[in-house]
């Protein structure tokens, strides 16, 4: 009698795919990013998780980022400086402060995503098939679906 191939993924094979997907998608934001000119910097870093997040503490900030306190407290001072935030009284506690995204750095947070998505939207035109990008959109929905599997 013959053995039936197992379509059952091993382990081994599931932290392989991981890997893979992990460093492939890494250096696909890192490439997307650097070709548009929008490269990751804690500033650049700050000002999106505040979108994301809404006003919060310098210490909160810290904490996400994984830096201290110190070092956040610089960062949010040269973001400061150049308008891109603002430090507003915590209403819960009056000797706090929350950082809070200004209405430049919306409009920052919103050109570096504009550029990076008018770049990407080149490279899919030039350098895809029609079924290659087919394929994108179903892997989007793969993607999409493991992204939300902690909310």
Do not use: C
């Not at 994984?66 to 400061?80: A, I, N, P, Y």
């Amino acid at each position: 009698m013959g053995t039936k191939k197992s379509t059952q993924a091993t382990a081994a094979d599931m932290e392989a795919l991981a890997e893979a997907l992990r460093d492939t998608v890494g250096k696909f934001v890192r490439s997307v990013r650097a070709e548009a000119g929008t490269p990751t910097s804690a500033q650049s870093e700050t000002l999106a998780y505040l979108e994301r997040s809404g006003p919060v503490s310098i210490a909160a900030l810290a904490e996400s980022r994984g830096v201290k306190h110190q070092s956040m407290r610089l960062v949010t001072s040269k973001l400061e400086e150049a308008g891109l935030i603002a430090m507003e009284p915590d209403p819960k506690d009056g000797r706090s402060y929350l950082v809070t995204l200004t209405r430049q750095g919306r409009h920052e947070n919103a050109k570096a995503r504009t550029a990076r998505t008018r770049w990407l939207a080149e490279a899919l035109s030039h350098h895809t098939s029609a079924q290659e990008r087919e394929v994108l959109q179903n892997a989007l929905l793969i993607l999409q679906r493991l992204t939300v599997l902690d909310t």
